[in-house]
């Protein structure tokens, strides 16, 4: 009696040639992954380079590089554009949101998850139903 | 538990959540049932406002079509964002010496406001100084360097793939987290029977997703619906090629605020509502059809 049976000899070739279809989609997919993370960061990237460069600059040759870099855009951001205004404005709403909301629902979702109560499911559906509000409809009635 | 500590604990958010969600959202559907003069309160005409709605000119053909435009956007997410990102996601977890990098790439634009997003996108695409058309014509693809955001028929699908482009951390972080929740044994015992990889994931995988893929899915239904800020910077505030890239945000934003009517408050309540109520019952039916789904696979 031979030690492998017909059965285990075509289960170790399905199992070679899947070995071998996983290698060559390894090497495509990896590739996938990097054009992808190029596509996702080169915008940002150029948005960055382009705010080093005077706007002649950008009319004239749109894929330049900054090769004479210029903080110009930033100090007129701030100045005429009065952006730290908004900065801090933005800083300020942020910090405080973000404090408020973590502290309230932390709060209300340790009760919600740990305890049984009577309302518990009613509040946890009223919470998340939030999420599907419109923002502007909130908006709306503090005009 | 004493029920007082039980209230110690829910109502701060209860508080807040009812202040500045519920109270809002009841006043505002509210006004819709009553004629404004400016800001000053009128009479009560009921459902007038809706029917306005459905029968006076600018109304009754900018809405269906701007419902139509969030269709679409819905559309374009699901088929393109849910797919593209579980394929990511799937990838990233098995690799998962490189999965924190690849996920903090993918995830940059996601911490970028979707306005500046917009504004940028408008600057790379546009036509006189864009990069992305002078990249094109330097290498001699001239043909294909249109006026991407000024044609009518491509604006939408634009405004599409840069809101895909935009989220698709969304996706990717949430379904490896769900991924990373799943038993390895299963996998390991289908590719022990043979299965290759692609019927691993197919038929052991995916189903154990389904919850994952389901919330996903509600959430960038309700996304979908409530876009405003990307399609704003790209557009302005009439959908800019002819109306092409209009949705029921910039509707609302639109009949509000440019308006001019003075019953500009209460059609645009009546806007507000109608979307409302839309969002709420399809993502109440969308739900409930998910979890009996759920029980029916489990």
Known sequence: MSASTLDERRIDRMHRRNRARARLGNGTVHAVLWVYAAIAIVPLIVMVLNSFRTSKDLFSDPLGLPLSPTVQGYVKAWTDASFATYFFNSLFVTVTAVALSTAVSVLAAYALARWKFRGASLLESLFISGLMIPIMLAMLPMF | ?298
């Open chain 2, 1 to 298: 538990m004493p029920l007082g500590i039980i209230a110690l604990f829910v109502l701060p958010a209860l508080l807040l959540f009812g202040i500045f969600l519920l109270y809002p959202l009841l006043a505002a559907l509210s006004y819709s049932l009553f004629e404004w003069k400016g800001t000053s309160r009128g009479d009560f005409i009921g459902f007038a406002n809706f029917v306005t709605l459905a029968t006076d000119l600018p109304y009754r053909e900018a809405i269906p079509r701007a419902f139509l435009h969030n269709a679409l956007f819905f559309a374009g997410m699901i088929l393109l964002q849910n797919t593209v990102g579980l394929f990511f996601a799937y990838q990233l977890h098995k690799r998962p010496r490189i999965r924190r990098f690849f996920q903090t790439l993918y995830a940059m634009p996601y911490l970028v406001s979707p306005l500046v997003i917009g504004y940028l996108w408008t600057l790379l695409l546009s036509p006189s100084f864009g990069p992305i058309n002078a990249l094109l014509k330097r290498i001699g693809l001239e043909s294909l360097a249109l006026p991407w955001l000024g044609d009518p028929n491509l604006a939408l699908g634009i405004v599409i793939l840069i809101a895909v482009w935009q989220w698709i951390g969304f996706p990717v972080l949430l379904y490896g987290a769900a991924l990373g929740g799943l038993p390895e044994e299963t996998t390991q015992a289908a590719s022990i029977d043979g299965a290759s990889n692609w019927q691993a994931f197919r038929y052991v995988t995916l189903p154990l997703l389904l919850p994952a893929v389901g919330t996903v899915s509600v959430l960038t239904f309700i996304f979908s619906m409530e876009v405003f800020p990307l399609v704003y910077a790209i557009g302005g505030s009439t959908g800019s090629p002819a109306g092409a890239t209009d949705v029921m945000a910039l509707l609302f934003y639109r009949v509000s605020f440019q308006s001019g009517t003075p019953n500009a408050l209460g059609v645009s309540s009546a806007v507000a509502a109608v979307l409302f109520l839309v969002i709420f019952g399809t993502a109440m039916i969308a739900t409930r059809a998910l979890r009996s789904a759920e029980r029916r696979l489990s």
